[in-house]
């Protein structure tokens, strides 16, 4: 770390001297290890640069490894408590930190980047699922995602078909994305330990993406089918169609959510679109 960001004090002290502590309500668990947030950043592999929007960087500890990689960061925190922590490393990045005080649920990333942008965050664990879906399906999605959730969530988004991880969360992230876990990280090596393991997910885009009509359809599709994933498809589609939508898609209407791969679901969506 160079020039004024090496001349900030470590990340514990910098907690304690604003007297700050992880709130549950917020799902916050702190990683103040800079080798650890160092490294993560370097598994994005982002090219010196670029505009990166982390949500939810608490004392800072990710978005100084950031800002040591050369990237423009833009930082959304609803906590107002970390403002004044993050205005001093805003004041020492040169230019390179904006700091937005909003619901990340409420924001629309690609509008607050201007344009083309990546997302990397260690996510709070209360909203991190319903903010990567909000991702994936977004109009302009990210260029790349580094994101770090429980390690549960982790093996659901990466999932194979028949695996007992496999559901909704899997097929939706698949369909426009590739995504394997590069990293895990133990509970002890958060402030305050939470009580599952963590780990960090790379989504990189395919490079062709079902367009925006065929992804809502996609998530009706999968919420109804793994939505009672022990029945066949004839019953958990029924609202949508059932039996004639599995025909119509040629999936075999006896067959169960978690046994239809990520192009069977895609069917699923044409046919139910058409």
Known sequence: MTGALADLPPLRESLEAHGLLARKSFGQHFLLDLNITRKIVRLGTLPEGATVIEVGPGPGGLTRALLE???????VEKDARFLPLLGELAEASEGRLTVVEADATRVDEAKLAGGAHHIVSNLPYNVGTPLLIGWLTAAEPPLSMTLMFQKE??????????????????????????????????????TPPPKVASAVVRLEPLPVRPEPALLKALERVTAAAFGQRRKMLRSSLKALGGGALCEAAGIDPDARAETIDVAGFLELARALRA
């Open 69 to 75: 990689a050369g990237l423009k960061v833009i930082a």
């Open 153 to 190: 969530v982790a093996e659901r988004i990466v999932a194979d078909v028949g695996d007992d991880a496999y559901g909704r969360l899997a097929v939706v992230a698949q369909a426009v994305c590739s995504a394997r876990i590069v990293m895990d990280l133990p509970a002890r090596a958060f």
